[in-house]
T-cell receptor, first 111, second 116 residues
Framework: SQQGEEDPQALSIQEGENATMNCSYKTSINNLQWYRQNSGRGLVHLILIRSNEREKHSGRLRVTLDTSKKSSSLLITASRAADTASYFCALRGAGSYQLTFGKGTKLSVIP | DTGVSQNPRHKITKRGQNVTFRCDPISEHNRLYWYRQTLGQGPEFLTYFQNEAQLEKSRLLSDRFSAERPKGSFSTLEIQRTEQGDSAMYLC?????WGTGSDEQYFGPGTRLTVT
């Protein structure tokens, strides 16, 4: 099965700045999802973008998908200390309901 | 709280022992998934149920692992003859079959297994 690869592996920013993380993959997908994980809350679904969509917004989150480049990016605007967490992209391939996760980007937002 | 629950939260066992974990999904969700996560890695898919039917199994799932969802509600994951390499966080997730948001998976807090 395919695996998404997040970049960068770690990111440290000041509160109020924007954070951008990227995900690249190798085969065709049905949809791509972003999840957040921190020690207090476990894995939480953030946003889903389907293969026929190019951009989606949810609050301070913006996700783009470029299927020709097989890549996605997650932008968090006006970051807060509470955004400190690991962020994973998860791929759902055609004909399957399993999600394949990358290794994640560890985001640290400094107050 | 009507989220996904998992029990126990922590399990320490000796190598060679059998362990069983339980997952209670969100009540209206008929899809249930098991994943395994080790330190520094993302979750790895193990298996998926739609109602009581086990529809997908990962090649990672050796014959020492078995999962059931007998009445299409809660699920159990059993590991027989545990090995140190089985030490990990075991995550359960559930999702709806139909409708808006049906691909979003809701994760439980996990069961952390330590094999000594």
């Amino acid at each position: 099965s395919q695996q998404g690869e997040e970049d960068p592996q770690a990111l440290s920013i000041q509160e109020g700045e924007n954070a951008t993380m990227n995900c690249s993959y190798k085969t065709s997908i049905n949809n791509l999802q972003w999840y957040r994980q921190n020690s207090g809350r476990g894995l939480v679904h953030l946003i889903l973008i389907r293969s026929n969509e190019r951009e989606k917004h949810s609050g301070r989150l913006r996700v783009t998908l470029d299927t020709s480049k097989k890549s996605s990016s997650l932008l968090i605007t006006a970051s807060r200390a509470a955004d400190t967490a690991s962020y994973f992209c998860a791929l759902r391939g055609a004909g399957s309901y399993q999600l394949t996760f990358g290794k994640g980007t560890k985001l640290s937002v400094i107050p | 709280d009507t989220g996904v629950s998992q029990n126990p939260r922590h399990k320490i066992t000796k190598r060679g022992q059998n362990v069983t974990f339980r997952c209670d999904p969100i009540s209206e969700h008929n899809r249930l998934y098991w994943y395994r996560q080790t330190l520094g890695q993302g979750p790895e898919f193990l298996t998926y149920f739609q109602n009581e039917a086990q529809l997908e199994k990962s090649r990672l799932l050796s014959d020492r692992f078995s999962a059931e969802r007998p009445k299409g509600s809660f699920s159990t994951l059993e590991i027989q003859r545990t090995e140190q390499g089985d030490s990990a966080m075991y995550l359960c997730a559930s999702s709806l079959r139909w409708g808006t948001g049906s691909d979003e998976q809701y994760f439980g807090p996990g069961t952390r297994l330590t094999v000594t």
